[in-house]
Nanobody
Framework: VQLQASGGGLVQAGGSLRLSCAAS????????TGWFRQAPGKEREFVAA????????YYADSMKGRFTISRDNARNTVYLHMDSLKPEDTAVYYC?????????????????WGRGTQVTVSS
């Protein structure tokens, strides 16, 4: 499975962005998918995850209420809608998929990773 994240950009604090993670190859519709992010000088951080059918979701505490993860299996795409963005949300955002359907915050459980997309939030 190849994953490609897109939709990043520069936005002012309080603004919104929607990231997309498009998959090709494999049976992406059977995989749980997660979003992670990494800011300069910081460790990779879990953002959100979603089960293969889209019913189970899991968010990092700091993202609850601001971020929404969803998926469209017909389009082999997972989305991350981000509202009320803060400067501390600035990071490279990565999507990842695991074939064991773990809706997890643990990066090691994910089998496939895409290249990231940069999100920059200005104050």
């Amino acid at each position: 499975v190849q994953l490609q994240a897109s939709g990043g950009g520069l936005v002012q604090a309080g603004g919104s962005l929607r990231l997309s993670c498009a998959a090709s190859g494999g049976t992406f519709s059977h995989y749980a998918t997660g979003w992670f992010r990494q800011a300069p000088g910081k460790e990779r951080e879990f953002v959100a995850a979603i089960g293969w059918a889209g019913f189970n979701t899991y968010y990092a505490d700091s993202m609850k209420g601001r971020f929404t993860i969803s998926r469209d299996n017909a389009r082999n795409t997972v989305y991350l809608h981000m509202d009320s963005l803060k400067p501390e949300d600035t990071a490279v955002y990565y999507c990842a998929a695991n074939k064991h359907t773990y809706v997890s915050s643990t990066p090691d459980l994910y089998d496939y990773w895409g290249r990231g997309t940069q999100v920059t939030v200005s104050s």
